[in-house]
């Protein structure tokens, strides 16, 4: 079950444009910074919110449809 659960949430991560998708890793898996983000993707940082609110609220909709 939980193998099915990364699955669900590795494409769920693929339906995201790279930028949101990188920030997203870049922020939850590596613990980067907004600025470190954003000087890493040459975006701004109020981008970097944007990305991670998008890709958070992406993610939440995956949730709500396996309930």
């Given at each position: 079950?939980?193998?099915?659960?990364?699955?669900?949430?590795?494409?769920?991560?693929?339906e995201l444009s790279p930028d949101c998708r990188a920030a997203f890793l870049l922020h939850g898996m590596d613990g980067l910074t907004y600025g470190q983000i954003a000087c890493q993707l040459g975006?701004?940082?109020?981008?970097?919110?944007?990305?991670?609110?998008k890709a958070l609220n992406h993610c939440a909709k995956l949730l709500d449809d396996s309930d």
């Open positions: 079950m939980a193998r099915q659960h990364l699955e669900q949430l590795n494409a769920t991560l693929n975006i701004s940082e109020s981008m970097v919110y944007k990305h991670l609110t």
